[in-house]
């Protein structure tokens, strides 16, 4: 089969682009000849730095990337029962850990996927999978997200943050989103009601009482959201660790701040495909590419000004 792999950490020419044998199967996992995958950015983190891959797969080298994915399944192990042979299927494959989405097949723990509604397409299928499980985990697994609260979302053009819009207005919330004026639009039609310009605007000078922040974009802003955020609230943060200093400014207003890591979760991923049958969630797809590629996702993802999703078709 053909894959991409990674012997170092680097630029995009590190990529190797080559044939090897089919994965085996355990017992409880399912082959799948992937359609397409999609691309985030702890993809090209993990292939720029040495630290980001020793993270994800140890000193296990090579290794070939990439974690979302929609395709059909090949070979069930003999303790799945969920799936069968020829089942569309789409997930998230071993976050955090070894997924080895960029490759023709892929042995996936069942417990990873979900079926993929006939009404969506293999490409927004492998769109919605890690940026949708990291809003969903996010906003309500640690967020507790309820009808009527405002919640203000940064980054909310991008991948995470354009799924996490439609979940909180499925949730009945009042969403504020933060992104650059030319995407403007895109942010609204994906349900907000406010959006802030943050190149031109403050957000703490026009929000106030917010009773959930999503932060996908960095620690300084979750040092200005904690003066926007009520007591009580909750700050989510997507990125890494949150300094100390940080923590005890949150605490001194009754404020939880949270960093969280998605996790596959085929359960996850079965709610936001009833989601997605029903037109609640859809995938916005900025960029195609194919397999050959992969270099040129990479390279697009790192602009760190992709709108919705990058995907790539095996």
């Known amino acids: 089969m053909k894959a991409i792999i990674l012997n170092n950490s680097g630029s995009v020419d590190n990529f190797n682009y080559v044939h090897v044998s089919k994965p085996s199967i355990k017992e409880n996992e399912v082959l799948v000849k992937v359609t397409s995958v999609s691309v ?22 090579p290794v070939i990337l990439g974690w979302d ?21 789409f997930g998230m494959a071993n976050f955090p850990g070894n997924g080895s989405a960029y490759a ?5 723990p069942s417990s990873h996927l979900t079926l993929k509604p006939a009404n969506i397409s293999h490409q927004e299928a492998a769109a919605a999978t890690l940026a949708v499980l990291t809003a969903w985990q996010a906003l309500v697994t640690n967020g507790n997200i309820k009808k009527d609260n405002k919640v203000l979302i940064h980054g909310a053009s991008g991948g995470v943050g354009h799924y996490a819009i439609q979940i909180a207005k499925h949730f009945g919330a009042y969403v504020i989103g933060t992104s650059s004026e030319k995407n403007k639009e895109f942010v609204l039609q994906n349900g907000a009601d406010q ?15 917010v009773d959930l922040v999503l932060n996908t974009v960095s620690n300084e802003i979750n040092t200005r959201s904690v003066t926007v955020t009520k007591s009580g609230g909750k700050i ?19 404020i939880e701040i949270k960093s969280i890591l998605v996790q596959s979760s085929g359960e996850d991923m079965k709610t936001i495909a009833d989601l997605m049958e029903q037109g609640i969630i859809k995938s916005h797809i900025s960029k195609e590419f ?10 697009q993802l790192a602009t760190s000004h992709t709108v919705g999703k990058v995907v790539v078709n095996i």
């Open 40 to 61: 985030n950015p702890v993809d090209y983190k993990a292939r720029e730095n040495e630290g980001t891959l020793n993270w994800l797969f140890g000193e296990q080298r």
């Open 290 to 299: 194919t397999f050959d590629e992969m270099a040129s996702a990479h390279l």
């Open 69 to 89: 994915l929609s395709g059909i399944i090949q070979e069930v192990g003999k303790n799945v029962s969920d799936f069968k042979i020829d089942d569309a299927v």
């Open 195 to 209: 959006h802030i310009d943050y190149s031109k605007v403050n957000f703490e000078e026009v929000v106030s009482d």
């Open 104 to 108: 023709e097949y892929v042995a996936v």
């Open 236 to 254: 989510i943060y997507i990125l890494g660790a949150v300094p100390q200093e940080i923590l005890d400014a949150a605490k001194n207003k009754s």
